[in-house]
């Protein structure tokens, strides 16, 4: 007797989802500001239906291999270690693209684009919400 004739499939992923698993995962880790901009709900104790967590994540998917990398840009908080950071960034991100994706995370590059206090964060994302209500 033939079994039922199983379908072919394939599971894809758009860049976006990745960067957006990326950039929401990074936002949970302290010491994480921004991801080029994306004001983080940790930092102003809200977040706007405006911020985008994509921003700052590049993703490369090689969809044969089932693996992703990862280029991000950030700022971080001023007095943290960067490499604690960035080690608490790879483990957490690696894990959540694998758990939701079944993706392999062969790379992730950081690159550091500022360090601020919290107090001068705070500050600067004061001025952008001010000018941002002037445009509109």
Same mark, same amino acid.
């Given at each position: 007797?033939? %079994?039922?004739?199983? *379908?072919? /499939?394939?599971? /894809? $992923?758009?860049?976006? !989802?990745?960067?957006?698993? +990326?950039?929401?995962? +990074?936002?949970? &880790?302290?010491? &994480?500001? @921004?991801?080029?901009?994306?004001? $983080?709900?940790?930092? /102003?104790?809200?977040? @706007? %239906?405006?911020?985008? *967590?994509? /921003?700052?994540?590049?993703?490369?998917? #090689?969809?044969?291999?089932?693996?992703? @990398?990862?280029?991000?840009?950030?700022?971080?908080?001023?007095?943290?270690? +960067?490499? @604690?950071? $960035?080690?608490?960034? &790879? =483990? %957490?991100? =690696?894990?959540? !693209?694998?758990?939701? =994706?079944?993706?392999?995370?062969?790379?992730?590059?950081?690159? &550091?684009?500022?360090?601020? =206090?919290?107090?001068?964060?705070?500050?600067?994302?004061? #001025?952008?919400?001010?000018?941002?209500?002037? %445009?509109?």
């Amino acid at each position: 007797m033939d %079994k039922a004739a199983q *379908p072919e /499939t394939k599971l /894809t $992923f758009d860049d976006e !989802v990745l960067a957006k698993i +990326a950039g929401k995962t +990074a936002s949970n &880790v302290d010491g &994480v500001l @921004s991801l080029e901009g994306n004001i $983080f709900e940790k930092v /102003t104790d809200r977040i @706007s %239906k405006d911020d985008d *967590p994509t /921003t700052g994540v590049n993703v490369d998917i #090689d969809d044969e291999n089932q693996k992703v @990398s990862l280029k991000m840009d950030a700022l971080l908080e001023y007095g943290k270690n +960067a490499q @604690s950071i $960035f080690d608490k960034m &790879v =483990t %957490k991100i =690696t894990a959540a !693209v694998n758990e939701m =994706t079944n993706m392999e995370v062969a790379e992730i590059k950081l690159n &550091v684009k500022d360090v601020l =206090t919290r107090e001068e964060w705070a500050d600067r994302t004061k #001025d952008d919400k001010k000018h941002e209500d002037k %445009k509109h």
